[in-house]
């Protein structure tokens, strides 16, 4: 037989129906989840102070309720059905919040292996005191309270810095100014804070079971931890491809132009040639003229003056590019030896 289930066994006949001078939850042996303590840095576990009253406020059609609620919660727990007990016990709690079934939501928790819940609702239970729950189940909570606590951890939180918003794993415990202590598994668990014009907070905390540790949220202004530095828009073959395609549509068009030039140099000098000479033929001064020729020399004159505006605009282009190729980006210096926060805009 499972060793959960012989205590339940165990503890079962200690559980009274409501109504009676206690209403009990189970007791007895040994505290749900309990284990072997780690030999990491252990503090004393103090009881919580008795600073809560109960006074009966609850009608009585929902008291009665509450103990019919708070009976199937026992006799789902007699049944080893702990889970369906659990819920049976918060749905009395709702309608009658009396201690002693806050004492068995606690008990329920432990058998559930949730020991952090178990522990805060042993908490609330102790602040009332021994009078609404009995002295013996007091000193039956004290126990698997101390026990417990010896299986979490407990880290005290401190920031100074006024509207920060501190939170553990995701889960708010606060606004600053402050200084906390928060009861918490083992393990890792991060801090996170945010402030309106400071640098995010974040920082990872290693806790081992009955540990306690502090850590002190220090926000820090952006002007005091942000650097700018250059980074590439894009890669620096763009703009180099640009630069070759304006330099060889610049030497094109100049060869281009240049040849076009010389066509209807040549051409204007075989015209004077043949003018001047006393020998030309025919006779009657006349000669024939090659319009070919000279069309074929302008267009090239024009397709050379066209690629060179080419070259221009993709020489601008090439200048931009190099200009533009680098921009500022600001980032976040970490500090005690973390990386920072970068900021992309």
Not at 52 to 61: D, G
Not at 62 to 74: A, P, S, V
Not at 174 to 191: D, N, R
Request: proline share 6%; with cysteine; hydrophobic share 40%.
């Amino acid at each position: 037989m499972k060793l959960k289930h012989r205590l339940i066994l165990l503890i079962a006949p200690l559980l009274i129906m409501p109504g009676t001078h206690a209403l009990a939850a189970p007791a007895g042996g040994a505290t749900p989840g309990s284990g072997t303590a780690s030999k990491a840095k252990r503090v004393a576990v103090e009881l919580p102070p008795q600073d809560l009253t109960y006074s009966e406020q609850t009608a009585q059609s929902q008291r009665d309720q509450g103990r019919r609620l708070f009976k199937k919660g026992n006799q789902a727990f007699e049944q080893r059905a702990v889970d369906n007990a659990y819920k049976y016990y918060m749905a009395a709690y709702k309608l009658w919040p009396h201690p002693r079934v806050l004492f068995n939501i606690a008990v329920s928790l432990g058998f559930l292996s949730r020991p952090l819940e178990s522990a805060r609702n042993f908490r609330k239970v102790l602040r009332y005191g021994p009078n609404p729950i009995t002295k013996h189940r007091y000193k039956q909570a004290s126990e698997r309270y101390i026990e417990l606590m010896g299986q979490l951890t407990n880290l005290i939180v401190t920031c100074s810095d006024s509207g920060a918003k501190l939170f553990i794993d995701g889960k708010p415990i606060g606004t600053s100014p402050m200084k906390k202590k928060v009861t918490l598994g083992p393990g890792t668990h991060m801090v996170t804070g945010s402030l309106a014009g400071k640098v995010p907070y974040s920082a990872q905390v290693r806790l081992e079971p009955g540990e306690l540790k502090s850590i002190n949220v220090s926000m820090e202004a952006f002007s005091d931890r942000v650097r700018w530095r250059s980074v590439p828009r894009y890669h620096w073959y763009v703009p180099t491809l640009v630069t070759v395609a304006a330099a060889l549509l610049t030497g094109g068009g100049a060869a281009m132009l240049g040849w076009g030039r010389n066509d209807i140099d040549k051409l204007q000098q075989d015209v004077t040639d043949i003018v001047t000479d006393p020998l030309r033929d025919p006779p009657d001064g006349t000669f024939r003229y090659d319009t070919n020729r000279e069309n074929t020399a302008v267009s090239l004159q024009k397709s050379g003056f066209a690629v060179l505006g080419l070259a221009g605009t993709a020489t601008v282009a090439a200048i931009v590019l190099w200009a533009l190729r680098k921009k500022k980006v600001r980032y976040t210096v970490g500090s005690g030896g973390t990386s920072g926060v970068k900021i992309r805009f």
